[in-house]
Antibody, heavy 121, light 113 residues
Framework: DVQLVESGGGLVQPGGSLRLSCAAS????????MGWVRQAPGEGLEWVAS????????YYVDSVRGRFTISRDNAKNSLYLQMNTLKNEDTAVYHC??????????????WGQGTLVRVSS | DIVLTQTPLSSPVTLGQPASISCRSS???????????LSWLHQRPGQPPRLLIY???NRLYGVPDRFSGSGSGTDFTLKISGVEAEDVGVYYC??????????FGQGTKLEIK
């Protein structure tokens, strides 16, 4: 079974840092672009970042560019999100999601349960 | 960025009756490769989203055939032919034509009357 399991969430003060991890299994991880999507409490979905299969290209939503860094380790079937200079508005459940395999594929056919990040003093 | 607007935002439906959700895009979602990357996702309370339909009308494996997607250009519709109890939750449309960013509609809450 395809599985994505996030970890690393928690409570952090504004200005602090956190690193999220996503362990993938049940599919060929290196064949897929991977991404992070967040959902603030009671709100909708917001794409945060994606990374190409070989890590050569990374994409970010404007609100996190320069503060967040997405990375991956294909040998470990793992995806990461380094979050720095966190703001209250970054509070959300962060989902790891399987992005596209090919350029004409559709993204996000598989999602993790998510990990909660709370930014508060 | 492309803005997706869903209507209605809330939809109370009687079990067994049909339901319909609209998604309107601020720009055409036809990609230069000829595909239209408009998807529909469903999120039950306390669960992650689940992809139901991709490229307007293609159901993911295992999605019941009571779900159907249609539309073109900037106007798209998700229809449920007869709502079942397990269909409650929030439905989102999402575009992947113009990336980055991927964008989502604001969500439509489907509830049973």
């Amino acid at each position: 079974d395809v599985q994505l399991v996030e970890s690393g969430g928690g409570l952090v003060q504004p200005g602090g840092s956190l690193r999220l991890s996503c362990a993938a299994s049940g599919f060929s991880f290196s064949r897929y672009r991977m991404g992070w999507v967040r959902q603030a409490p009671g709100e909708g979905l917001e794409w945060v970042a994606s990374i190409k299969q070989d890590g050569s290209e990374k994409y970010y939503v404007d609100s996190v560019r320069g503060r967040f860094t997405i990375s991956r380790d294909n040998a470990k079937n793992s995806l990461y999100l380094q979050m720095n200079t966190l703001k209250n508005e970054d509070t959300a459940v962060y989902h790891c999601a399987r992005d596209r395999e090919y350029s004409d594929s559709s993204p996000f056919d598989c999602w993790g349960q998510g990990t909660l990040v709370r930014v508060s003093s | 960025d492309i803005v997706l607007t869903q209507t209605p935002l809330s939809s109370p439906v009687t079990l067994g009756q049909p339901a319909s959700i609209s998604c309107r895009s601020s720009q055409s979602l036809v990609h230069s490769d000829g595909n239209t990357y408009l998807s529909w996702l469903h999120q039950r309370p306390g669960q992650p989203p689940r992809l139901l339909i991709y490229k307007i009308s293609n159901r993911l494996y295992g999605v019941p055939d009571r779900f159907s997607g249609s539309g073109s250009g900037t106007d798209f519709t998700l229809k449920i032919s007869g709502v079942e109890a397990e269909d409650v939750g929030v439905y989102y449309c999402m575009q992947a034509t113009q990336f980055p960013p991927y964008t989502f509609g604001q969500g439509t809450k489907l509830e049973i009357k």
